[in-house]
């Protein structure tokens, strides 16, 4: 054995009586660190988890727009690039106030600049409603840093959002009538009905702005062509609501007005529209319950599968009457009858239905009916 070989075993067997040491200190500092972070609020859009979005990755990626961080890697592609571009004649309409209405640098340039800098500011609370952000690619002399970047994107992306939803606001006073840009979409694609994708790529889990910076876009933004005589918040919501009207489930018709403070995002707003609210009884009922009688939180969103049901003894039927939602489900106990609300099924259901239960085991919150 040479000498190399000899001072490399001498260093092997040394490590080798240290590591239980090493190792013992090392998890001792661990532990010590390891303090549980309390009550942080959690993001409120997220990547899909891998064993969701498994064997069906496209029910939750954009065909035909970006919204937010998470897909900026999809930006440059051909599909995305024509709305890329229509986002910054939707922020010039909404700083200039008007489809034709002309630019002025002394007016509109400080107004512009004015909502860069405010989302500036609000950037930390951007990066906190993600759960994970993405780094700038671009880079030397004259590239935007991270924090310009991601700006620019909640700029862009949340003046075509609030875009979107003045348009649809107008449209739900005036009884629904289509406007004019409709036309332009055809143009801008070579083709009619693309719409509705874009429709459905907004209500993607990953595909969103957080609804603070529309709103705060919006208070910055106020021009008379986008006045209703509504509240701004309310504006907003209704505007949401009508964009999503046309999509099955339809919106819960009896449930209380959906408070704009309380929407996350776009995806969010339709999940409020279509899931039951809270009521003061059943969050009372639950108060009063014994401790004992409470199930464990594993059990208490598992729900057997209709072929276990079956096996029971429990019997299906359609529920025809009395239904406030297709979520509305009746058992009848003594003649063990599951009477379940019909539901319409059509090409964005699957995804809908996907994205809306990604939200619910992304974000702790929700009731988890749609899961269930």
Known sequence: MDQSSADEEEIRNKQQQQTPQLRLATMEEEVSMAIPQGSVQPPTICVVPEDLAEGNKGAYTPKV???????????????????????RCCVRKLVVGGESAAWSPEIHGPLLRNCFDTI?????????SY?????????????????EQLAMTMLLDGCFVLYRLLKHARMAKTGGAMESDYDEWT????????????????????????????RKLF????VKGNATGERDDALLVSGGLHLFGSLHPPRLQHSAPIQCHDVHHLLHLFYLSVDFPPSDESIRHQQQQQPAALLAPELTRWVPCATELEEAGVRFCARKRGALSFLDVSFRRRRGILEIPPLQL???SEPLFRNLVAFEQTYPTTPGRFTA
């Open 219 to 222: 208070k910055h933004l106020k």
């Open 346 to 348: 059509f090409d964005y």
């Open 187 to 214: 143009h801008l694609f070579g083709r009619c009905w693309v719409w509705g994708t874009v429709k459905r790529d907004l209500l993607l889990l990953s595909n969103q702005v957080p609804f603070f910076v529309i």
């Open 65 to 87: 727009v970006c919204i937010g961080p998470l897909f900026d890697g999809e930006r440059p592609m051909a599909s995305m690039l024509t709305l890329e571009h229509y986002k």
């Open 131 to 147: 759960s994970s952000m993405s780094s700038s690619s671009k880079q030397g002399e004259g590239a935007m840093s991270d924090d």
């Open 120 to 128: 500036m500011r609000l950037l930390p609370r951007i990066r906190a």
